[in-house]
């Protein structure tokens, strides 16, 4: 099993430009997490998606981030226009969540730098 | 306010010496406790899962205890080894599906 695959791994681009973040989760799971890491704040939630569909977006933090999951295979988070601020590393996670099972595996995330 | 607090913040020790992090947390209701480990550049790998009515877990020489009175949670590593140097990040899961994080406790392993 290849795990949680997140493409790039490394981002840079400059302010007001737009960055798309690309996850391929597990085969066989059915949710799937974004998540943004800084130093300041730790790990935070972003968004949510189970079986398709989002369920829980109250992490994401204004308008310019948008997430999208088009089949149960390929997921992206969007910063449309990008600023300083949002440079962390954005980890994306998937699970099979059941009843009793919520193990999350963790992708190597992708690290955005926005000068 | 639902929060997860880790204590200490940073943490060094010397090769083979145990020690133990430490996790209050608030979370109402709880349906969950993890211990999460993350290495420098790479994604959480998740330690161990507790639910209210489990006491302890181990994995290896990592080792959780949980008191759901208390709202306390350690985790234990015995005779650490170079490679335990990593982040630690205790997550609680609400009944609701949401997770709160900790801020994680740095620890470092020096040979």
């Known amino acids: 099993d290849a795990g949680v695959i997140q493409s790039p791994r490394h981002e840079v681009t400059e302010m007001g430009q737009e960055v798309t973040l690309r996850c391929k989760p597990i085969?066989?799971?059915?949710?799937l997490f974004w998540y943004r890491q800084t130093m300041m704040r730790g790990l935070e939630l972003l968004i949510y998606f189970n079986n398709n569909v989002p369920i829980d977006d109250s992490g994401m933090p204004e308008d310019r981030f948008s997430a999208k999951m088009p089949n149960a295979s390929f997921s992206t988070l969007k910063i449309q226009p990008s600023e300083p601020r949002d440079s962390a590393v954005y980890f994306c996670?998937?699970?099979?969540?059941?009843?009793?099972?919520?193990?999350?595996?963790f992708g190597p995330g992708t690290r955005l730098t926005v000068t | 306010k639902n929060q997860v607090e880790q204590s200490p913040q940073s943490l060094i020790i010397l090769e083979g010496k145990n020690c133990t992090l430490q996790c209050n947390y608030t979370v109402s209701p709880f349906s969950n406790l993890r211990w999460y480990k993350q290495d420098t550049g790479r994604g959480p790998v998740s330690l161990t899962i507790?639910?209210?009515?489990?006491n302890t877990k181990s994995n290896g020489r990592y080792t959780a205890t949980l008191d759901a009175d208390t709202k306390q949670s350690s985790l234990h590593i015995t005779a650490s080894q170079l490679s335990d140097s990593a982040s630690y990040i205790c997550v609680v899961r609400r009944n609701t599906g949401k997770l709160i994080f900790g801020q994680g406790t740095t620890l470092q392993v020096k040979p």
């Open positions: 085969s066989g799971h059915n949710s």
């Open positions: 996670a998937s699970s099979f969540t059941a009843a009793g099972s919520y193990e999350q595996y």
């Open positions: 507790m639910t209210f009515s489990e």
